[in-house]
C-alpha cells in the first residue's frame, strides 16, 4: 500500500474540471454499438482505469478503437464497429461498476458468450437485478453465490422488463444501451422509486446524440423503440461535476481556488452541489436548524460535503438516504465517518447516513486511509488543507480509478505532498 503525506498548505489558482467520466463511459460505448460504417471521434476523454476497462470492454465486444493522444494528458478516442457477434468474449471490468453493469446486457448483444471478472469491491458489488432478469428471461449465467466472474450466454430479448430503481441507475442504463438493438419494441418499467436519476438522463441524452431516442414517462417506465441504429458522430467530453465538487468545496473551506471547465447547462446531476453549497450558507451558525442533504440522486457527492459540513463552524448537518453508499467502491459512509473523524471531526454515522457537527478546523497529525476508494482519498486531501497538523494518506493512489492527475493538479495548487517510499 503507498503512501503519502500532506503537509497542511493553503491550495490557491485555477484548475480545469477534468472531463466527465460518466459521460466518457457512455459516449465510448454508443460510439461502439454504431455499424454505418464511419468512425465517432470521443474528445477531451482521460485515460482513468474506469475508461480504460470501458474501452477493452468494448474491444472484446468487437469495437476497434485507437487511443490518441492530444493535450494535457488528455485522448481522442477513435471508434469504429462491424458489430459482428463474437464467439467467447473475456471482460476486465476492474473496479468499474459502470463498466460492469453496462456491459452485461451488451454482452448478450454482442457475444455468444461471455465473462466479467473485476476486482477491489467490484467483485462483490450487487447484480442481483440482473440476476433476476436472467432468472426471468432463461438467459444462463453462472457466478460464484453472487461474486464475480460471472458468466452469461443466451441473447437479451425485446419485452418487458420490471426493475427496482433505488439499487444503481447502472441496470437502467445498462439495458437502455442494449434494448434499442433487440428486435422489437421494449418498455423498462420501475417497481419502486428511480435513484440517481441525473445518470439516467446522460445516458438519455447521449443516446440521443448518437440517434436513439427513448420516451422517458417520468422515471417509472421508459419506452424503447426495437431494432434501431446508432449513428456515428463526433462528442466532447464535458468537465465532470463530481470532480469540480472537490475544488468547489476547497474554495469554501477557504482555500483560493478557482474550478474552470464547467457546463453551466450540463446534464450532470451533481450540479446539485452549486445549490448545497448555497444551502449551506443560508442557515446561520448556531442555529437550531439543522442543514438536510437528501443523498439518494447525489450520491457520489455525499463524501466531499462530508468535509465540507465538517468544516462549517457551529452547524449541524445531517445526510439522509444515503445507505446505497455502502454499496460502492467503499462502504463510503463507514469510510468517510472513521477517516475524518482520525483528523478531530465530529461525524456520527447513522443507518442511511451521518451526522456531523462542523467544527472551524481540523486537528490533523494522523494516519488515515482511502479504503482504495478514489471520492474518499480526494476527500481527505481537501480536508487536509484545513488541519492544523500534516496528515499521512494511506493508498493514496485510490484516484487512478477516476482522476488519475488528481495529485499532480493538486500539487500544481500548492498542495504540499509527500511520497512515502515505504510498503505496508
Ligand atoms: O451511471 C453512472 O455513470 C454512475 C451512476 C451512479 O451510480 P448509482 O446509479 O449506482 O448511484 C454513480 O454513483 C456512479 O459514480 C456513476
Ligand atoms: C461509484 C462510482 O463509480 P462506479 O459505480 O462506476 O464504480 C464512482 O465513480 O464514485
Known amino acids: 500500500m503507498k503512501s503519502i ?3 497542511p498548505s ?19 460505448i454508443c460510439a461502439a454499438l454504431c455499424k454505418d460504417g464511419n468512425e465517432s471521434i470521443i474528445d477531451n476523454v482521460i485515460l482513468s482505469e474506469d475508461i480504460k476497462a ?7 465486444l468487437g469495437a476497434e478503437i485507437k487511443v490518441v493522444e492530444s493535450i494535457n494528458e488528455t485522448y481522442s478516442i477513435h471508434v ?15 473496479e468499474s461498476g459502470s463498466t460492469l453493469r453496462f456491459l452485461i446486457p451488451l454482452g448478450l448483444m454482442l457475444s455468444e458468450e461471455c465473462t466479467f471478472i473485476g476486482s477491489g469491491k467490484l467483485v462483490e458489488r450487487p447484480l442481483d437485478i440482473y440476476y433476476k432478469i436472467f432468472e426471468e428471461k432463461k438467459v444462463k449465467y453462472s457466478t460464484n453465490d453472487g461474486i464475480l466472474p460471472l458468466s452469461i450466454s443466451g441473447s437479451l430479448k425485446s419485452g418487458n422488463y420490471e426493475i427496482s430503481g433505488n439499487i444503481s441507475s447502472q441496470f437502467v442504463s445498462g439495458l437502455l444501451f442494449a434494448l434499442p438493438l433487440t428486435g422489437y419494441d421494449s418498455t423498462v418499467k420501475i417497481t419502486d422509486t428511480m435513484e440517481s436519476k441525473g445518470y439516467v438522463d446522460l445516458t438519455l441524452e447521449i443516446l440521443n446524440k448518437f440517434n436513439i431516442s427513448i420516451e422517458n414517462k417520468n422515471y417509472e417506465e421508459f419506452k424503447i423503440k426495437g431494432n434501431s441504429k446508432y449513428s456515428s458522430t463526433n462528442y466532447t467530453v464535458e468537465g465532470d461535476l463530481s ?16 474550478c474552470t471547465g464547467i457546463n453551466a ?6 450540479k446539485e452541489i452549486l445549490n448545497v453549497i448555497k444551502k449551506f450558507n443560508r442557515i446561520e451558525a448556531y442555529s437550531k436548524d439543522e442543514i438536510i442533504i437528501d443523498a439518494s440522486q447525489i450520491p457520489d457527492l455525499v463524501p466531499i460535503l462530508t468535509v465540507l459540513a465538517s468544516l462549517k463552524e457551529g452547524k449541524t448537518t445531517r445526510i439522509i438516504k444515503a445507505e446505497r453508499l455502502r454499496i460502492k467502491e467503499s462502504d463510503r459512509l463507514k469510510a468517510i465517518c472513521s477517516e475524518m473523524n482520525k483528523l478531530g471531526a465530529n461525524i456520527k454515522e447513522l443507518e442511511d447516513g451521518l451526522l456531523i457537527e462542523g467544527l472551524s478546523c481540523l486537528k490533523g497529525g494522523a494516519t488515515v486511509n482511502s479504503w482504495n476508494d478514489h471520492r474518499i482519498a480526494m476527500s481527505l486531501a481537501i480536508a487536509a488543507t484545513k488541519c492544523e497538523k500534516e496528515i499521512i494518506l494511506e493508498n493514496y493512489t485510490a484516484v487512478n480509478k477516476s482522476y488519475p492527475q488528481f495529485w499532480n493538479d493538486y500539487k500544481l495548487l500548492g498542495g504540499d505532498i509527500d511520497e512515502l517510499n515505504v510498503w505496508k
Open 5 to 7: 503525506i500532506i503537509k
Open 10 to 28: 493553503k491550495l490557491n489558482g485555477i484548475i480545469k474540471a477534468p472531463p466527465s467520466k460518466s459521460l466518457s463511459h457512455r459516449a465510448i
Open 54 to 60: 470501458t474501452i477493452d470492454g468494448m474491444r472484446e
Open 80 to 94: 469504429r464497429s462491424e458489430r459482428n457477434i463474437i464467439k467467447k468474449a473475456n471482460i476486465n471490468c476492474r
Open 243 to 258: 470532480q469540480a465538487a472537490f475544488f468547489l468545496v476547497a474554495k469554501e473551506i477557504g482555500n483560493s481556488v478557482n
Open 265 to 270: 447547462n450540463t446534464m450532470q446531476g451533481d
